[in-house]
């Protein structure tokens, strides 16, 4: 199996290290055979080749059997040079990344980070799943010095794919699926309303339930344990998402996958390149290496794999065995080295 | 003055009687002098006159010194019924009301209310300003059974006015503006930063920082204390100023305005008609209740008027007079009269 990596800006090359680490410690275990080709993406292809996404790294990516990227972006590449229309959106756009799953979850060791009360999110256990190749970010956008202009576009048929996913993960889970839209309000949501409706016909066994995005927005936080899996549209995905991740009290575990309808699938931290920290040793590597047990799982059915990895994370962290971010003291290669003793 | 009042749907009629019970309470105090007009609108306007903002309403408002509405819409009214480009969103727009202002604050004795902890909600204190009449709400809609768009559409001066407002609020209060965009990809958030930078320049005694949306979800629940005025696009209002209503633990206590460039300004609870309990005679009256304190100092600088309104409902609220939603047993009329008796 031919993996991609884009190790990327700050501390992306440090935390794809440590998840290269553990999926090498991992793979004699479940008998899993691969490569690795690293590839410049995000402000160090800037540095290297001079574009954000160079045509090598895409035509890589789109040969791979599945891409790990870390993280992109840092204050020495200013908007311009790291503008996401060239590289995060084009890759996306590219690769036909539409589906974007964020798992939530919270780890009982790291449940006194969350702002919010332990009763609150005892037991949180929901997916967001977000469009990632549609809407306002891929409509045409007009500017100028008096007005500018975004426009918000969906298919029937770019609705109705990601609907399914959210379907196909709620079989497998909870069987409850909670479509986000501002129906009262605009046109790309009453269309998706619709195609809803139309796909929960086919999953009988899966409950729908349609939800305003500003009602949305207060229950995740007030009632969390309400979902099972939410789906919407690109634009909302961006803010939920982020929103979702409030739950478990840190960015740093939480790991993100995004599928096309064909070719590889991308895997990565939901946290950002840290560029204060970067180069200092005390990143935490979990979401990266979680990304790692989501790809194993998710592109290659290892199961048993994913499984390895998600435990000795869980261990290590009830060991307390923690990074700075999360209250410790642990350095990034400590907490990686006993990940892979916890395996 | 005149007044006129839109007591709508559900609970509407009930809480709306109750705050002008207590402006009746509290004018003879301030020698404030003033007449209502109640008007029809929303679900109990389509009952009474076929269409949810009948033409005398609106002239009746637009002529109007300050408006007061409750709440409308209610399951016996369909979508179709009351559509919100008819109702609400016609309101806003035939009367101009391009400024919503929510502010954000924690009643000492209802703290325990929210799903977040004490040392997080502990002191905040902010305003979520929200532009009205523009954006994606009042772009054109396109629907058919197969695809759909809206679009995004912003002036340079639609998005100065209300930037001019959050500045003005900021200068009387903690002297910082939160920009919230997503400037990384739309043309409208582009042009929202840069009249927003060319806006600061008047106010040299206000700090100006920008944050993208996805980012202020997360920032919202975990650092509220960060915070002072928060100036957003309508849609990304319309989300982030319902996330706020978390903070408080319920929306049964937070007051809104809605300003225009001319002419009378709107004052409303941010909840809703709660149909499930219209007429038992157990709502909570206190957003209300605000909203008319919070028109007292905004429309007609009674500030002292307002101030008595605001402490008598602290004051109810410490003395433990709380009804079933805030977790206690007081009915609507006791909460009122308790009220009126503090004032
Ligand atoms: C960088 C930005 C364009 C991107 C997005 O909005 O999709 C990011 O916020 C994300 O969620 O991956
Ligand atoms: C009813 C709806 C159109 C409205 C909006 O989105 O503006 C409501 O959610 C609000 O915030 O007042």
Do not use: C
């Not at 090498?24 to 410049?40: Q, R, S």
């Not at 590449?77 to 790291?82: E, I, K, L, R, S």
């Not at 690769?95 to 006194?112: M, T, Y």
């Not at 007009?142 to 993960?169: G, Q, S």
């Amino acid at each position: 199996k031919k993996i991609v990596t884009l190790a990327g800006d700050g501390i992306g090359p440090e935390i794809m290290a440590a998840g290269l680490q553990v999926l090498a410690a991992v793979a004699p275990k479940i008998n899993f055979a691969y490569e690795v080709e690293a590839k410049h993406f995000g402000g160090a292809a800037i540095d290297a080749e001079g574009h954000p996404l160079p045509e090598a790294t895409l035509t890589a990516a789109k040969a791979a059997d599945a891409i790990l990227l870390a993280a992109i972006g840092g204050p020495q590449y200013n908007d311009a040079a790291v503008r996401p229309e060239q590289g995060l959106l084009g890759l996306r756009k590219e690769l036909g990344l539409f589906a974007n799953i964020r798992p939530v979850q919270i780890f009982e060791a790291l449940k006194h980070l969350s702002p919010l009360k332990p009763e609150i999110i005892e037991g949180v256990d929901f997916v967001v799943v977000r469009e990632l190749t549609g809407g306002i970010y891929f409509g045409e956008h007009t500017l100028n010095e008096r007005k500018a202009r975004d426009v918000n576009d969906y298919t029937y048929e770019e609705i109705e794919r990601i609907i399914k996913i959210a379907f196909e993960i709620a079989r497998g889970r909870g069987k409850k699926v909670t479509s986000v839209d501002k129906q009262n309000v605009l046109a790309t949501s009453k269309l998706w309303r619709i195609v809803a409706e139309d796909v929960a016909k086919n999953y009988p066994d899966v409950v729908l339930e349609h939800a305003l995005v500003d009602s949305l927005a207060m229950k995740m936080i007030t009632n969390p344990n309400d979902f099972d899996v939410i789906v919407t549209e690109n634009l909302f995905g961006d803010i939920l998402s982020d929103e979702s991740s409030v739950l478990p009290g840190t960015l740093g575990v939480m790991p993100s996958a995004s599928h096309a309808a064909n070719g590889p699938s991308l895997y990565e931290p939901i946290h950002g390149s840290a560029p204060d920290i970067a180069g200092l040793g005390i990143a935490n590597p979990i979401s990266m290496i979680l990304s790692v047990a989501m790809m194993l799982r998710e592109s290659f059915e290892e199961t048993a794999g994913a499984q390895y990895i998600e435990n000795a994370v869980n261990k290590t962290l009830l060991e307390g065995v923690l990074t700075k971010d999360l209250g410790g003291t642990a350095s990034l290669s400590e907490m990686t080295a006993t990940i892979i003793d916890n395996l």
